[in-house]
């Protein structure tokens, strides 16, 4: 935005210490927080933000605004002193109030981006994964909607990462998508501080980062992260290249100013009244004033803003321009931006009553289908297993450096990238799926977790979901997955026990506000439910005893309601009256009113739930009185059939368990 040569001067330096020293000073006051990596990057963020960081927090979430991840979230006293100082609804009082309950400071902060808080992450490793998601977005909704003449979406994605970031697996996976992608609107700005908690990186972390990188395709450079004007032009350079992301090493000084400077207790300690009293004095400031901001640095800030506001405001009356050139675009971005779905696409989810048995992975490839033609955010992928989960919709586009205005991602065998970047896509409002096997959803569990307690309407396709996937043997059998998933606060978990219930099952997936696994079968299925089921209600009755009192009532989910509703017609001819409840999903069930879950599931008829997985937490739906029947040990290796025999999942057993319970 600036031009060469970038000159920095006392006042760029003092702005710097500011924001160390209100890092500093709210982590004091918590007594609680991390001072190391705010007085260490000060100096590189604040080039960042005061000549780069294309922003506008009069309009914090303007959609061609340039996203700032904090991806090493620990640093969180800095974003708040960045966000407070430079005029985002940041209130000083906030900022005193860091890590107190209520507080909108919270230690590590997730995504809130009314308040300029992009993407932050506490577990390492995520944000500079899900930026790549990000960015790939932006390439994205920059092909969909520029136009020329017309540039709606040209923004950078920056990241600051830390060495815990670069070190975690899931980083290096989305890298080297990156890479592959050639996200060159995508900078890193790596805090190379050579500490760690456990102390020297050198104890573990020894690999030449930038040649891993460079070997992913990304633009590497290095630079000393307190050298103001050498950082500049390490970004410009970085600007410039537009093939490959770009990595800046900035080799910093952990505590940089404080007594505990390059070691790592200054990495998670307050600094003490002392420690804070020394580093105010070794910065040149008042030692007594606490949150102190120097006259001299707001009107430097309100200069570093007007680019950014002059760029809104072309950007706005841009939009107006397009809406007259292309109102249909327009219209779309509208939609885009609102991240609605176009009204009425419920009507294209197809009907499967009385159709052939199939796969639940087959019937949600043909939602998939049937949906891609009509949303338009719909961005689907595998993990390396798209033929298996199902997910590649007929004349896919796949996304490519050639192409990324695309409906499909080869995410390649990196689960826990595909996690972490369908996250990324998610902030920008695309409507993105990923598949893998349920067995292995344990790779991108990090990812789930925070898809989860960021409220990112994220689909998971885990597919052979059972001792039914056979002869691949307990490696590949699921045991304890689906009531792990179950596990998370705010996932659902819908396990659809045929056709009509794998599209609604979509259907809810596509209407939450937050992540949801849908586990489905590799082995077909009987078409039994009508398409206006009850899976909405995560339990419903799927039929109904002769008798206005069942004997038993049989609650299965996924594969298992169709062997309940066989055990049912033979209990039937042996005069017991069964009930078979359909239960997909716990989460939906147990937000349901309490006169319907009880008339689901009347307290005083013994109950037997039947699914072929782990038992834990199936209790709480039979009682204590009821049975369940489960695996609670790894599968076996054999015909799909074979196995679940061997298990106790045939009409026999079933029977035996119910007799038992009604001796
Ligand atoms: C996935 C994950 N594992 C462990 C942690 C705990 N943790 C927080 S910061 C950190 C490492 C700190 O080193 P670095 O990333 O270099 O940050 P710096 O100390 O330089 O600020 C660790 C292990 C975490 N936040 N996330």
New binding site residues.
């Given amino acids: 935005m600036t031009t060469l040569p970038a000159h920095y001067d006392k006042i760029d330096q003092t702005l710097a210490n500011t924001l160390r020293l209100l890092a500093v000073d709210a982590v004091q006051e918590a007594n609680s927080g991390?001072p190391?990596?705010p007085l260490g990057v000060a100096d590189f963020v604040s080039v960042l933000w005061t000549r780069f960081l294309k922003h506008d927090p009069a309009q914090p979430e303007w959609p061609d605004r340039d996203r700032f991840v904090l991806s090493?979230g620990?640093?969180s006293a800095l974003l708040y002193s960045l966000l407070h100082l430079f005029g985002y609804p940041l209130p000083l009082d906030e900022l005193k109030r860091f890590r107190q309950l209520g507080a909108i400071t919270a230690g590590h902060p997730e995504y809130d981006p009314a308040l300029g808080i992009e993407l932050t992450t506490?577990?390492?490793?995520q944000g500079i994964s899900s930026a790549v998601g990000m960015a790939l977005a932006e390439r994205w909704l920059a092909q969909r909607f520029n136009r020329p003449g017309f540039t709606l979406v040209d923004h950078t994605t920056w990241v600051l990462a830390?060495?815990?970031?670069l070190m975690?697996g899931v980083s290096s996976e989305a890298a080297s998508l990156a890479g592959h992608w050639g996200l060159g609107k995508l900078i890193v700005l790596y805090?190379d501080?050579h500490?760690?908690?456990d102390g020297n990186t050198q104890v573990s972390f020894t690999e030449d980062v930038l040649q891993r990188f460079s070997s992913y395709g990304w633009h590497i450079s290095r630079v000393d992260g307190h050298d103001m004007a050498a950082v500049d032009t390490a970004i410009r350079t970085a600007q410039a290249e537009t093939q490959r992301p770009s990595i800046i090493a900035c080799r910093t000084q952990?505590g940089f100013g404080s007594p505990m400077v390059n070691t790592a207790k200054v990495?998670g300690s307050p600094l003490g009244p002392a420690g804070v009293r020394a580093t105010k004095e070794a910065l040149g400031f008042p030692a007594d004033e606490k949150f102190y901001v120097p006259a001299a640095v707001r009107p430097r800030i309100a200069q570093a803003l007007r680019p950014g506001a002059q760029a809104r405001a072309h950007w706005q009356a841009q939009l107006q321009a397009y809406r007259q050139a292309h109102p249909q675009l327009a219209a779309q971005w509208d939609e885009q931006i609102s991240g609605k779905l176009p009204a009425g696409w419920q009507n294209s989810l197809p009907d499967f009553s009385n159709q052939k048995p199939m796969a639940t992975r087959a019937t949600s490839g043909q939602v998939i289908a049937a949906l891609t033609p009509i949303l338009p955010t719909l961005v689907g992928g595998s993990a390396d297993l798209s033929g298996s989960n199902k997910t590649n919709p007929p004349n896919q586009q796949t996304i490519n450096r050639q192409n990324y205005h695309g409906n499909y991602i080869h995410y390649g065998v990196r689960e826990h990238a595909m996690g972490a970047i369908m996250n990324g896509l998610a902030v920008h409002n695309l409507r993105p799926f990923g598949g893998t096997f349920l067995v292995f959803s344990d790779y991108l569990r990090g990812a789930i977790r925070l898809a989860a307690l960021m409220k990112l309407p994220v689909i998971y396709i885990f597919t052979h979901d059972s001792i039914g996937v056979g002869e691949d043997g307990p490696t590949h059998q699921p045991i304890e997955h689906v009531t792990s998933l179950r596990l998370i606060p705010g996932l659902v978990t819908l396990r659809p026990a045929d056709g009509n219930e794998t599209a609604k099952a979509w259907q809810v997936a596509l209407e939450r506000q937050g992540p949801t696994a849908l586990i489905l079968t590799r082995q077909a299925l009987p078409q039994m439910t009508a398409k206006n089921n009850g899976l909405h209600r995560g339990a419903y009755i799927l039929q109904d005893s002769a008798t206005s009192r069942p004997d038993i009532v049989l609650i299965a989910s996924g594969s298992e309601v169709a062997l309940a509703m066989e055990a049912a017609q033979t209990l039937q001819a042996q005069n017991i009256q069964a009930r078979v409840v359909s239960m997909p999903s716990w989460e939906l069930f147990d937000a349901q009113e309490a006169a319907y879950r009880a008339q689901v599931l009347p307290a005083d008829v013994p109950k037997l739930a039947i699914e072929a997985g782990a038992g834990l937490g199936w209790r709480r739906y039979v009682g204590l009185d009821g049975a369940v029947l489960s695996i609670d040990s790894f599968g076996a290796s054999g015909p799909g059939s074979a196995v679940f025999a061997k298990f106790g999942f045939t009409v026999e057993n079933i029977i035996a368990m119910v007799r038992q319970l009604l001796a």
């Fill in positions: 991390h190391g990596l090493a620990h640093g506490g577990p390492l490793g830390s060495d815990g970031d975690e805090d501080n500490i760690s908690i952990i990495h």
